[in-house]
């Protein structure tokens, strides 16, 4: 795979830190595969929880991103700057994966679903912090003009990654059933925080580069909205980030409807209304939009480069609304990798998209830290609501062709 900075004419340490930056998007995703890919097994299969519980491991972590993300920056600030802060969020989450393995071997035990649901839930609310920190640090090193294709690159390569040991841990999964014990999981888990590690350490190698304030006036709607959550609320439909955080907002609450329900519907047993793959066809179908993203990222990011970010979020929603009528209406698994496959196209588009609307948000990287812990606000409220609403209703909806997984997924 090119490297995307390998032509470009900037300086060493700019080169140093796109290196880095790329180096450490291909060794994290280990840690991002078995968070996204693992926890629900753990819970639902092998500590045996409860349905609505699935919706709380992704409900609470929303409520405490609505509630702390306005304080973001401040806590930036505390913990010495954006570089500094996010290392410290890396630590912590490298110590609440290692602290899965006691809810994993207490099975049984009244306490073992309550602490993995606390645990999973402090670890998504790192993200408060480590989200924000990450942008306004990263995004000082990442030059405008190539912003969509950096960002493209160091996801395509991201992708490749977590598809190598999505396999590794569907193997894993194959060799020791969730069901059987709990050596497979625990070496799911050892793997994710050695990929964290790696992570760590390419992080401590990218430098904090304080770029020069831009001279270019910004209107005043737009200097409001980073003064505050109220001023930028009270420009949400007036600025740039703010009609763009609506957007993204709205779709996400949406998404949120059906989406904790996701892995459990694919493993859940037919009887149960579920599709009650095995682990190889599970991870086959979760990460087929991740096979797409490795193909379609670097397309979109050229086409946000040349065309701009607003044309591609606006084609690519078109896309999205289609996504969730096949997955109620079949249980057709070549239909679905299709319909994933497509889900990689167009949410590929949009996440690179709104990623480059952030890294342009604001000309200062504290005030673009800022602007991401307010969009982080707006976006976690929406889906907190949509969560919120498909945890209540999950178990009262009437099933559509004997599921009422179905149902949500069309209300969603």
Known sequence: MRIPFSRW???????????YAMLEGAVVGGMFVCLEAWMVPLVQERLHAATFVIGLLTLIPQIGFILLSPFSSAMIR???????AALTMCWWQVALLAALILPLHGQGQPWAVPLAVALICAFGLTGVVAGPAW???VSGFVPRPVSGRYQARRMRLFNVTKLGFAALFAGIAQWLPVTQ????????????????LASLWCLQQQPVIERAPSRRPMSSRSAEAANGLGGFLRTLTTTDIGRWTLVWASFQGGVMVAGPFFASYMIAAPAAGGLGLEPFAYSLLLYASVISRILFYPLAGRMVDLFGARAVMRVSFLGIFLLP????TTTSLPLLLLNEIFAGLVWGCAEIAIGSLLFASHPD?????????????????????GTLLGTVLIDMVPPIAGSHYHTIFLLS
């Not at 300086?11 to 290196?19: E, F, K």
């Open 365 to 385: 990287p504290d005030r673009r830290a800022e602007l991401v812990g307010y969009f982080n606000t707006v976006s976690a409220s929406c889906m907190g609501l």
């Open 181 to 196: 014990g709990a050596w497979g999981l625990q070496l799911i888990i050892a793997i994710a925080v050695l990929s964290r």
């Open 9 to 19: 004419p900037h300086s060493g340490p700019v080169r140093r830190g796109l290196y």
């Open 325 to 328: 009528v096949v997955w109620a």
């Open 135 to 137: 942008v306004g640090w």
């Open 78 to 84: 505390r913990l010495g700057g954006n570089k500094p």
